[in-house]
């Protein structure tokens, strides 16, 4: 049905009928959408295709610019086509979820900005919990932090990597980590403010000129001090706005960080290798001979194969003293001519080396 224009004068209930009849149109080709989807869930299990595919979503939502979907903010409309995706792909699949817990938290809202609302999702209570999860079947799919823009790679995650496992870097994302002050009454009545010691810190000018006679305690998680906060209304914490919708505590204040563009960097571990999509990103380790210019070697490579590394980072053997790896991004992935030469030649220059995984880079 082709849409009315409505008169300049029209009233309220003539615009909200308008309105009803484009929800029922929109609803209309949701369905049409995930009857589709559903054929092509059935197409890849006859053959074998997994049923996660980031490349094909990140397709979809790098469609989505700031002048095509005007006067709509253009993260209001990849949030509905994110849970679009995620309600389709939940008719293939309902995907099984890690993440580094407790609930509530940054990771959980990065989990949850890849996979939307149509999955299921389990918080492991730490890092080392959560792999063996993924090692063990307990979880198929995990999202975990791998570095912060102002405190570098996160080592554990880099050190759970080195162990392996049955599963593959299938998905890179990025999270902006923005701080609410969430409360039951505004800042300046609150007699205390808990939160995790790292998030008081980055909001700690903010609170010193909104909220000075409230005592700054820390907690084990930025989920606790919501939860503490939902219990006292003198009490504040500094947390995500899905820990004050999971507890119902309103948030009062939002982006209290004292320094803005924190951004985080996330990982999707999967069972599957993921398909080129022409913007990928490959991430190995590199094991050296303990000799001098072993690394220049390594470098030499990717320089001679034109492949741009975007992360170098090295990290001690768990098990072997005082020897180390190297983590190393490479753009291309590991089925492109280049990069498969390159690391067959990186092969021939150091002791060994791991492919973790080739994935589509993440938008933005």
């Given at each position: 049905?082709?849409?009315?224009?409505p008169?300049?004068?029209?009233?309220?209930?003539?615009?909200?009928?308008l309105?009803?009849?484009?929800?029922?149109?929109?609803?209309?080709?949701?369905?049409?959408r995930?009857?589709?989807?559903y054929q092509?869930?059935?197409?890849?299990?006859?053959?074998?295709?997994?049923?996660?595919?980031?490349?094909r979503?990140r397709?979809?939502?790098?469609?989505?610019?700031?002048?095509m979907?005007?006067?709509?903010?253009?993260?209001?409309?990849?949030?509905?086509?994110?849970?679009?995706?995620?309600?389709?792909?939940?008719?293939?699949?309902?995907?099984?979820?890690?993440?580094?817990?407790?609930?509530?938290t940054?990771?959980?809202?990065?989990?949850?900005?890849?996979w939307?609302?149509?999955?299921?999702?389990?918080a492991?209570?730490?890092?080392?919990?959560?792999?063996?999860?993924?090692?063990?079947?307990?979880?198929?799919?995990?999202?975990?932090?791998?570095?912060?823009?102002?405190?570098g790679?996160?080592?554990?995650?880099?050190?759970q990597l080195?162990?392996?496992g049955?599963?593959?870097?299938?998905?890179?994302?990025?999270?902006?980590?923005?701080?609410?002050?969430l409360?039951?009454?505004?800042?300046?009545?609150?007699?205390?403010?808990?939160?995790k010691?790292?998030?008081?810190?980055?909001?700690?000018?903010?609170?010193?000129?909104?909220?000075?006679?409230?005592?700054?305690?820390?907690?084990?998680?930025t989920?606790?001090?919501?939860?503490?906060?939902?219990?006292?209304?003198?009490?504040?914490?500094?947390?995500?706005?899905?820990a004050?919708e999971?507890?119902?505590?309103?948030?009062?204040?939002?982006?209290?960080e004292?320094?803005?563009?924190?951004?985080?960097?996330?990982?999707?571990?999967?069972p599957?290798?993921s398909?080129?999509?022409?913007?990928?990103?490959?991430?190995?380790?590199i094991?050296l001979?303990?000799?001098?210019?072993?690394?220049?070697?390594?470098?030499?490579?990717?320089?001679?194969?034109?492949?741009?590394?975007?992360?170098?980072?090295?990290?001690?053997?768990?098990?072997?003293?005082?020897?180390?790896?190297?983590?190393?991004?490479?753009?291309?992935?590991?089925?492109?001519e280049?990069?498969?030469?390159?690391?067959?030649?990186?092969e021939?220059?150091c002791?060994?080396?791991r492919?973790?995984?080739?994935?589509?880079?993440?938008?933005?």
């Amino acid at each position: 049905m082709p849409l009315q224009t409505p008169p300049a004068d029209a009233d309220i209930p003539a615009l909200r009928a308008l309105i009803d009849q484009i929800d029922e149109q929109m609803l209309t080709l949701l369905i049409s959408r995930a009857r589709l989807a559903y054929q092509v869930g059935q197409y890849k299990q006859k053959h074998g295709i997994p049923v996660y595919v980031p490349g094909r979503e990140r397709e979809i939502l790098e469609r989505l610019t700031e002048e095509m979907v005007h006067p709509v903010p253009l993260r209001g409309a990849l949030a509905v086509f994110r849970e679009a995706i995620s309600a389709c792909r939940a008719l293939e699949e309902v995907p099984l979820v890690a993440f580094l817990g407790p609930e509530a938290t940054f990771t959980e809202v990065a989990a949850r900005q890849v996979w939307g609302a149509c999955a299921d999702y389990r918080a492991f209570e730490s890092l080392d919990a959560l792999f063996d999860g993924l090692r063990s079947g307990d979880a198929v799919f995990g999202v975990v932090p791998i570095e912060n823009s102002t405190a570098g790679t996160i080592r554990e995650v880099l050190d759970q990597l080195a162990e392996g496992g049955d599963y593959r870097i299938v998905g890179e994302s990025y999270l902006d980590i923005h701080h609410n002050l969430l409360a039951q009454r505004p800042a300046d009545q609150l007699a205390k403010i808990l939160s995790k010691d790292a998030a008081l810190d980055q909001c700690r000018a903010w609170l010193r000129m909104n909220a000075p006679q409230a005592q700054l305690v820390p907690m084990a998680s930025t989920a606790a001090g919501v939860e503490a906060a939902a219990a006292d209304p003198t009490v504040g914490a500094i947390g995500t706005e899905l820990a004050g919708e999971r507890y119902g505590v309103p948030v009062q204040a939002r982006n209290i960080e004292d320094i803005k563009g924190n951004r985080t960097r996330f990982f999707t571990l999967g069972p599957t290798w993921s398909q080129p999509t022409g913007d990928d990103k490959t991430t190995i380790i590199i094991y050296l001979d303990d000799r001098p210019g072993s690394l220049v070697a390594a470098l030499e490579v990717l320089r001679r194969h034109q492949l741009n590394m975007s992360m170098i980072e090295s990290r001690p053997l768990r098990h072997t003293p005082f020897e180390y790896a190297f983590f190393v991004d490479i753009e291309g992935h590991l089925d492109d001519e280049a990069a498969s030469a390159g690391i067959k030649d990186l092969e021939v220059v150091c002791r060994r080396v791991r492919v973790l995984g080739s994935y589509a880079k993440a938008r933005g």
